[in-house]
């Protein structure tokens, strides 16, 4: 199991610009997938980004071409920097962490293979105001 911590969150203008990071208590070798998923206010949780360990990444359409996920494998940190920030985009956004593999479709599902446990971060919130 893998403790996950992030950060960054805050409340911004619509066209702002936010980058979270997740800070993990393990090293992410090569067969772990890291991700973001957020949870708008009365809805359930959505996937945002994920990387596999072979670098493979992968985003929910509503953030395509506006979130960037990347990983600092050197500090263990998982970063998302998101731009053009939307009201739509308020959330908690979480950090997940599992084991062989995971995506995100373009519905915005976070799926992980059969079996496998995800490890989840506390969530850092995320305002956007119009």
């Known amino acids: 199991q893998v403790q996950l911590v992030e950060s960054g969150g805050g409340s911004v203008q619509a066209g702002g610009s936010l980058r979270l990071s997740c800070a993990s208590s393990k090293s992410t070798p090569s067969s772990s997938c890291m991700g973001w998923v957020r949870q708008p206010p009365g809805k359930g949780r959505e996937g945002v980004a994920a990387?596999?360990?072979?670098?493979?990444?992968r985003y929910a359409g509503s953030v395509k071409g506006r979130f960037t996920i990347s990983q600092d494998n050197a500090k263990n940190t998982l970063h998302l920097q998101m731009n053009s920030l939307k009201p739509e985009d308020t959330a908690v956004y979480y950090c997940a962490a599992t084991w062989g593999g995971c995506w995100v479709t373009d519905d915005g599902t976070f799926a992980v293979l059969p079996g496998r446990g995800i490890d989840w971060g506390q969530g850092t919130q995320v305002t956007v105001s119009s």
């Open positions: 990387i596999d360990g072979a670098g493979t990444i």
